[in-house]
């Protein structure tokens, strides 16, 4: 198979994202898997080298025909000679990150990467940046109505109904059409980026014990039970909805192939201690591959080489097996073949049983609890 061109910005150039990155690549069989694409400014590039006592070799090039397999590309963005401030978020360092970030998806729309991996970058530094996932997708101009953010963290898939809300706003921000969207959503994206044929999703409640039958809140069975009934119409294999104590206290999770919060820390933090990993987002449903590693700018390790690269390894890996899962699925469905009778009459007849239960009933007699 054809090697993986992934790309990698630098992000914040204050942070221990340099560190990282020769760390992981210290490894020479990370080479077999992918040829990685640093977009970076060289002489921030050779700074941290020299700061970090690091060995690893890498060219300068200025396009991707240039790339070679068997070291560190390094994609020039900028070559300004550029103050470092180890630790702290500065104007410069956002200008980098953002600079890094623009190149590489300009590479990425026109079809030169495989895949992206961000590192991360300090949003308050940068002026008037809306966030990385809301950035993305206004630069691709892809369709909202796709967008979902998957945390992958171990065998966990985790998305989010609401996310960057305060708490006070969460409620307000659960309707029954984001939920039906992002459910859809989810299962396509567990469909071509991870291979899972037949997706189940298990959506979490919002309130403690599922609202107790609407005695301390009414938004499940207003808002996220009908929205289970109505993607359960179009063969969306969607449960719940279910309490979260119950969910992962009995070890529930490991039966569906992502979960649906309702909101950032309902979830999270239950996930990376069953994983014992800090994750990996992935953005679905854009025109190319991206990942990002979860693990921080952490300002206070930089220049102390002390950072660990497990998390870009992570990202880098998801990467990998997306971008493959993706190739294997536009090219088995490039031209499809109709579907023989007896398997239409079979989702006929699996329909009709599994619809035609409320979704409180479906939860008990059809989820794989």
């Given amino acids: 198979m054809e090697k993986l061109l992934i790309g990698i910005t630098q992000g914040d150039t204050n942070s221990v994202n340099f560190e ?13 898997l992918c040829t990685p694409v640093l977009y970076a400014n060289p002489r921030l590039v050779t700074y941290h080298r020299k700061a970090c006592n690091a060995t690893i070799n890498f060219s300068t090039i200025r396009s991707i ?17 550029v103050p470092v401030e180890l630790g702290q978020g500065t104007e410069v360092s956002g200008r980098q990150a953002k600079l890094a970030l623009d190149a590489a ?32 997708w206004k630069s691709t101009t892809a ?8 945390t992958l ?6 998305a989010l109904l609401t996310s960057h809300l305060p708490l006070s706003q969460v409620a307000s921000g659960i309707t029954k059409e984001a939920i039906v969207t992002t459910v859809t959503a989810l299962q396509q994206s567990l469909r071509r980026d991870f291979g899972v044929t037949e997706p189940r999703v298990a959506v979490l409640s919002l309130n403690p014990h599922a609202g107790d039958g609407g005695e301390i809140g009414t938004e499940e069975q207003h808002i996220i039970i009908p929205a289970i009934q109505e993607v359960s119409e179009h063969s969306v294999h969607a449960y719940g909805p279910y309490a979260v104590d119950e969910f992962f206290a ?3 999770y490991s039966h569906f192939d992502a979960v649906l919060a309702m909101y950032h820390d309902q979830v999270m933090a239950a ?10 987002m992935y953005v679905g449903g854009l025109p190319f591959v991206f990942t990002t590693p979860k693990h921080g700018l952490q300002y206070a390790l930089a220049g102390k080489n002390e950072s660990d690269p497990a998390p870009l390894l992570q990202a880098l890996y998801a990467a990998i097996d997306i971008s493959r899962s993706r190739e294997f699925y536009d090219e088995s469905h490039a031209s499809p073949l109709g579907k023989l009778y007896y398997e239409r009459r079979e989702d006929d007849r699996r329909s009709t ?12 007699k059809d989820s794989p609890e």
């Fill in 143 to 150: 369709n909202s109505s796709k967008e979902v953010n998957i």
């Fill in 250 to 252: 009995k070890n529930l």
């Fill in 353 to 364: 049983r599994t619809n035609d239960r409320p979704a409180g009933e479906r939860t008990q």
């Fill in 153 to 158: 963290s171990g065998s966990l898939r985790v």
């Fill in 105 to 136: 998806l300009r590479d990425c729309l026109a079809g030169e990467l495989h895949a992206l991996v961000a590192m991360p970058l300090n949003e308050h530094v940068i002026p008037s940046f809306p966030g990385l996932s809301q950035y993305l």
């Fill in 65 to 81: 025909s240039e790339a070679r397999e068997d070291r560190l590309n390094v994609m020039v963005c900028d070559d300004e000679e």
């Fill in 271 to 280: 996930a990376q201690t069953l994983s014992n990993e800090v994750g990996t």
């Fill in 20 to 32: 990282i990155i020769f760390k992981a690549f210290s490894d020479p069989t990370l080479f077999e």
